[in-house]
């Protein structure tokens, strides 16, 4: 299996813009996490989705960003508009349906905004 | 205050070392325990996982949990370089999928 995909690997884009993040999970994972990880925060949950449907959005900043799963094998993550502090890397994880499973992360997407 | 507590580091060992890594938290409804390692510009990999309190070890990797101080640990023994890495405990409590994450051990094991 390829694991968990993401992309674009790296992001660079000007205050404003509207910023899209893409994550395949592995096949067969019902669960999809979007964490985030910063050097003053570390790693937080920004939203999961279990069987395509939006669990916990608890982790979502603010109205600038939102998250779908149209579909199992498909998940995007939305900054509209995107701020200097929304630079981090954005990881994308995949479990699961059981409680407790190993959640597999993909490689991150390294945003910046100037 | 945060709900897991982790010594960023660095920590900075010679080869061959054991080395100590610990988590507190505040949470008892915190059921899972797992560390991740993550290496530069990569994404956490499960290192290793434990359901509640106990011992549970894998070549030369031990984790514990004591859920009645609230603390866990992970022991890598005969350390190498290739072990440098930041060390991530994390967490998931009763009722919920997500992890909560420490902020991460920087070790580095010098040849």
């Known amino acids: 299996d390829a694991g968990v995909i993401q992309s674009p690997r790296h992001e660079v884009t000007e205050m404003g813009q509207e910023v899209t993040l893409r994550c395949k999970p592995i096949?067969?994972?019902?669960?999809l996490f979007w964490y985030r990880q910063t050097m003053m925060r570390g790693l937080e949950l920004l939203i999961y989705?279990?069987?395509?449907?939006?669990?916990?959005d608890s982790g979502m900043p603010e109205d600038r960003f939102s998250a779908k799963m149209p579909n199992a094998s498909f998940s995007t993550l939305k900054i509209q508009p995107s701020e200097p502090r929304d630079s981090a890397v954005y990881f994308c994880a995949s479990a699961g349906p059981t409680v407790g499973e190993t959640q597999y992360f993909g490689p991150g997407t390294r945003l910046l905004v100037l | 205050q945060k709900e897991v507590e982790q010594d960023p580091g660095p920590l900075s060992v010679p080869e061959g070392a054991i080395v100590s890594l610990n988590c507190t938290y505040s949470?008892?409804?915190?059921?899972?325990f797992m560390w991740y390692r993550q290496y530069s510009r990569k994404g956490p990999e499960l290192l290793m996982y434990?359901?509640?309190?106990g011992n549970k070890e894998d070549g030369r990797f031990t984790a514990q949990v004591d859920k009645s101080s609230k603390y866990i640990s992970l022991f890598i023994r005969d350390s190498q370089p290739s072990d440098s890495a930041t060390y991530l405990c994390?967490?998931?409590?009763?009722?919920?999928?997500?992890?909560?994450f420490g902020s991460g051990t920087r070790l580095q094991v010098q040849p």
């Open positions: 434990t359901y509640s309190s």
């Open positions: 949470n008892s409804a915190f059921q899972y």
């Open positions: 989705f279990n069987n395509n449907v939006p669990i916990d």
């Open positions: 096949s067969g994972h019902n669960s």
């Open positions: 994390a967490m998931i409590r009763t009722g919920r999928r997500a992890l909560t």
